[in-house]
DNA sequence: TCCGCTCTTGACCATCTGATCAAGAATTAA
DNA sequence: TTAATTCTTGATCAGATGGTCAAGAGCGGA
């Protein structure tokens, strides 16, 4: 009885380990230069390996950089996952929002990919944006409108302030450069910036 | 008595008119693929003229890009400048998010150059933002320090507000590819974003 | 008209960069 | 141990790209 080659083959030890190594380097040097801006060379050096090794884990560089898109985005949407019809209204949005500025806090690198990618016109994840996001998008800002429609959040259109939850908090990371330059020194940013955001958006959705 | 050279070398029709043309087109072009995305031969095509002809009127790449930047910096910063420690606090908001919103929506190429800027890092122009741009925040912030001192504005950290301010305008002209895929139709969409900014932004502003 | 200066361009160069390949080293399963 | 498979790399290539140059075309003042 011939042995069954596996239809899907399984991946080596070194196989998955070398995937992790090259993504993690390419999350550092795309996530600085964006696509264009990086080189495979950068990369390959980033994680200590030699070109033609990188290249055999990943035969193109667009494949890497959209494996890498890929890794990250399901972990970027989460925290609106989460948003719950059930819960109160201006607790789940604070939460929402806490989460948000936090995750940017400490991923700022994902954010800065997706910033890139988006600024550029989105040539990889275009589809997935009017896709699964805008599916994820509409069914949450149903869930807004209702609260909405039971008087209990001022009436605003629910897609943008999605938008605008997703602006302020992004803005630390995407730009980051600029708001420590303004700032000076950038000490206690993250908390004071957290709550800002948190009063006045917050502050701005009570119904009335 | 021999012919005085103007030490400012005085300039051409052509040359002015050439290098409007250059900036225009690079524009069209750096806006969409950042500096290192985009090649002096794209620009060159673009506005209909020769590589080596547009290196003449700009020698290195580099320098299309700084003057670029230059050209459009102070434009948009006007509309903060414009901002009136004599007027009414919430009227002077909202007619500064109301200015910034439109000059997103008219000018969504100059706000994406220098999104892929600070993006990157802002390697030309690290130097303005921590001069003459964080003067010009610092001045303004103390402006609705005062306001919010005299309780006429909700207590809010002044600075991360003119950061929330700029992110959640700005973010229409740099997203601008998300937002019109999660929106499905781009109709009526700056009204929209116009009025529920203005709507969560002021409303999250007042005293009480 | 004439002359000097500005403007324009085809040809060219050096470098960078994504990608390939063949051949050898390391690993794994039997 | 052995043989098959996976992994690694030096050498190399083709195309893209920023930038140069010399020579000619065009323009404007006298």
Redesign the pocket.
């Known amino acids: 009885m011939p042995?069954a080659r596996p239809a899907i083959?399984r991946?080596?030890?070194?196989?998955t380990q070398?995937e992790e190594l090259i993504l993690a380097a390419a999350l550092e040097v795309f996530s600085v230069h964006g696509f264009r801006g990086?080189?495979?060379?950068?990369i390959a050096r980033t994680c200590g390996?030699?070109?033609?090794?990188l290249?055999?884990?990943f035969?193109?560089?667009?494949d890497i950089y959209v494996a890498l898109l890929e890794h990250t985005l399901s972990d970027w949407l989460e925290p609106l996952r989460a948003l719950d019809a059930a819960g109160d209204p201006l607790e789940e949005l604070s939460r929402y929002i806490r989460v948000k500025i936090r995750l940017s806090r400490d991923n700022p690198k994902a954010s800065r990919l997706f910033a890139n990618e988006i600024l550029h016109g989105a040539p990889m994840i275009g589809k997935f944006l009017k896709g699964p996001l805008k599916d994820l998008v509409d069914e949450k800002a149903a869930i807004i409108a209702g609260w909405i429609g039971e008087g209990r959040l001022a009436a605003l259109d629910p897609h943008h302030l999605i938008f605008a939850i997703w602006a302020t908090t992004q803005h630390y990371a995407d730009f980051d450069v600029q708001v420590n330059a303004v700032l000076g020194s950038p000490q206690g940013l993250m908390a004071t910036a957290e709550n800002t955001l948190i009063t006045l958006l917050v502050d701005g959705l009570r119904p009335r």
Chains 1, 2 share one sequence.
């Open positions: 042995k083959p991946k080596t030890r070194i196989q070398n990086s080189t495979v060379d950068q390996l030699s070109k033609p090794n290249l055999y884990y035969r193109r560089k667009e």
